[in-house]
């Protein structure tokens, strides 16, 4: 049985702790946060407020972090140098340089460390890579994703709006779809940039230019009640695939409309993948490489690098 102890316990912890809490083969054996009330929101686990004094009272297999961005290296490390493996939600830092210092770190201790890059968990977002894998529906004209909402409330001590903690909206809300688009069509050969950024509002938007296509992001933190919608729209030359506010549907170019990620719809899809919770499912590949001593292939140094030298372009 796998033993887990979570570290920060804001908004995001609302996805990881029931996600370890519902598998069969793991004991969530302690949370941690500064603020003891957010910790003992999650009751039937031992609650600290401090990370260092968690780790000397337990033996942990895995520790989950669900800090601030600032945070998460310095975190991260500690743990991986007491021989445990490190689970990190994303942005891996905001700075380059923690990418090696990260993965060294995790070689010289003999440990596993994933970077939480959910989309590449997340179905719809694996069925339109399948597609564009398979080309059945020809080859990918472009694309367009989106990831918008309002000025996060509710971090912890305000560290959302200062930009030198959060990196802002290219390194914590664009950082998805970017990270995806890497991981399924490659590195673009170029990019270019649109934004309108204000100390209490932030939007971008992006084009990415691949050899056949190109690809267009839009990414916000509204001075608004903005509702967070995400979601991409991509053209082949066969067929529309549309990730929008009633779920995945391929469009295709013989007037059929197919969902391949509902069961029990009339049109079949080559490439059925039910909806479900990507955090779970992340949660439970990261657990599956440290009980069976697999590789992390999903998430590498090699592509966190490559998102991290783009977006540094994007704030300087
Ligand atoms: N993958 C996703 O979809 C997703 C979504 C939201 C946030 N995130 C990421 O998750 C991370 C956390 O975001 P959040 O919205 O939960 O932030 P948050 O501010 O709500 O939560 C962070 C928690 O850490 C605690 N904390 C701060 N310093 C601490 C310390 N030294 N020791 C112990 N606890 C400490 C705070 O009290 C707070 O409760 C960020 O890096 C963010 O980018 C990812």
Redesign the pocket.
Known sequence: MLKIGV???????GAHVPSWEKMEDVDLVAV????PE?AERYPGHKCYTD?DKMLEENDFDIIDI????F??CEFAVKAMNRGINVLS???ISLKESDVDLLYSTAEKNKVKFMV?Q?LRFWNEYEVLKQIYDSKKYGKLLSGSMWRLGGYPS???NN?YYDKKLSGSIPF?LHIHDLDFMLYAFGEPKNVSLNRKELPDQDYLSAVYNYDDFFITAEASWFKAGYPFYMGFRFQFEEAVLAFERDGLTIYDCNGNKIKPCESGTENESDFELPSSDAYANEIRYFADCVNENKPVEKVTAESLLAVLKILTGFNE
């Open positions: 570290v920060g316990c804001g908004g995001i912890s941690c946060d500064i603020r957010k990370f669900c800090l601030p961005t945070l998460h939600e994303k942005p939480a959910v509710g971090g912890w560290w914590d």
